[in-house]
C-alpha cells in the first residue's frame, strides 16, 4: 500500500480572510467547499467564529457551516479565537475546533492584541472545557518566522509545543510557518524534534511568500509529518503578518506526492477545477505553479 498524505483545504478560511474590498459571498464560499469536496479533499477549514468587524470576510461561518453538514464524510474545522468563538462553534456543530496563537511575542499582539501568556490561559481552558469526543487543531503560528520578531530561535519555539502538547494527549498540533519564510532545514530540525519527543500529532501549515512552501513540505514530510494544510488557488495570507502572501497551493501539494507516488485520495481533474475556481476569486491574489502547466493540467 502507498504511504499517505492527509491534505487539509483551507482555503474557504485562511485563503479568503484576507481579500480586501467586495465580501466574498456565503454562497461563493459554499461552492468553492462544495467544488473542493468534488476533488475527495475530506478536510477543510471552512470559517472562523471571529467578530466580522475584526475579519469581515468571515461573516457567515454558520450557514457556510450548516452547508458543510450536508457533505458526507467531511471534516469540517473552524477557527475559534476566544470563549465566545467556542461556544458558537459547538452550538453550531464544528466538527473540529481550531485554537491558535502564536510562538513570537510581536505577532501575537498584532494577531490578537494579547501577550502569549494570556493567550495561552485563555486557551487552556478552552482545551479543557472542550467536550469529550471533539476533536481539536491546536495552532501555532510564527514557529519559524515572525514579522515583527524576525527568525524564531528553535529552542523557543519548542518551549511553546511542549506547553502545548501537555495540554491533552490527543489534540492534533498544527506548526505554521505564517510568513512563508522558513528554510527546509529548520523545518526539517523542528518537526524531527517535534514527532521524536512528542508523536506523530503534528500537522505543518505552510506559505509560499519566498518560494519555499513545497520545499519546506517536503521537509516535513521527511521528517515525519504526515497532515498538511494547502490552499486551492495558492491564495490566502495573513492580515497581521505584513508581505505574507499565499498558502502552499494544494494543487502543487498534491502534484509532488502524486510524482512521489504517495496518496492524497484527491481527484486531480476536479482539484483543478477547485484551484481555478479560488483563484478566481475577486480579490484573492493566486499563487502555486501547476495550473500554469500545460501538460499538467491535461494529465488524467
Not at 513570537?104 to 502569549?116: E, I, V
Not at 472542550?130 to 495552532?139: H, V
Not at 527568525?151 to 511553546?160: R, T
Request: proline share 6%; glycine share 10%.
Amino acid at each position: 500500500m502507498p504511504e499517505t498524505a492527509i491534505i487539509s483545504e483551507v482555503a474557504p478560511r485562511d485563503g479568503i480572510q484576507s481579500i480586501t474590498g467586495a465580501p466574498v459571498t456565503t454562497e461563493q464560499k459554499i461552492a468553492l467547499i462544495r467544488a473542493c469536496y468534488e476533488a475527495g479533499l475530506r478536510r477543510m477549514e471552512v470559517g472562523s467564529f471571529v467578530s466580522p468587524k475584526a475579519i469581515p470576510q468571515m461573516a457567515g461561518t454558520e450557514a457556510v457551516l450548516a452547508a458543510c453538514k450536508q457533505m458526507p464524510g467531511l471534516e469540517a474545522t473552524v477557527l475559534v479565537p476566544n470563549r465566545r468563538g467556542f461556544e458558537a462553534a459547538l452550538a453550531h456543530g464544528a466538527d473540529r475546533l481550531g485554537f491558535f496563537m502564536s510562538a513570537t511575542a510581536g505577532h501575537n499582539k498584532a494577531n490578537l492584541n494579547r501577550t502569549r501568556e494570556e493567550s495561552f490561559a485563555e486557551l487552556a481552558a478552552l482545551v479543557r472545557d472542550t467536550p469529550k469526543g471533539t476533536l481539536i487543531r491546536f495552532n501555532l503560528s510564527c514557529v519559524f518566522h515572525c514579522p515583527f520578531d524576525g527568525v524564531v530561535p528553535e529552542a523557543e519555539a519548542l518551549d511553546w509545543v511542549e506547553r502545548i502538547v501537555a495540554l491533552d494527549p490527543e489534540m492534533e498540533i498544527a506548526l505554521a510557518d505564517t510568513t512563508g519564510n522558513a528554510s527546509p532545514d529548520q523545518v526539517n530540525r523542528i518537526f524531527r524534534h517535534a514527532i521524536g519527543a512528542w508523536g506523530h500529532r503534528f500537522a505543518f501549515h505552510g506559505h509560499d511568500t519566498y518560494g519555499m512552501g513545497l520545499a519546506n513540505v517536503m521537509a516535513a514530510w521527511e521528517a515525519g509529518c504526515r497532515v498538511f494544510d494547502s490552499a486551492a488557488g495558492g491564495i490566502g495570507g495573513c492580515p497581521f503578518a505584513p508581505g505574507a502572501t499565499g498558502n502552499v497551493a494544494t494543487e502543487d501539494v498534491v502534484w509532488m506526492f502524486r510524482r512521489m507516488g504517495v496518496a492524497t485520495g484527491v481527484d486531480w481533474n476536479r482539484l483543478l477545477v477547485a484551484a481555478d475556481m479560488a483563484a478566481s476569486i475577486p480579490g484573492a491574489v493566486p499563487g502555486g505553479r501547476m495550473r500554469a502547466v500545460p501538460a499538467a493540467r491535461q494529465a488524467a
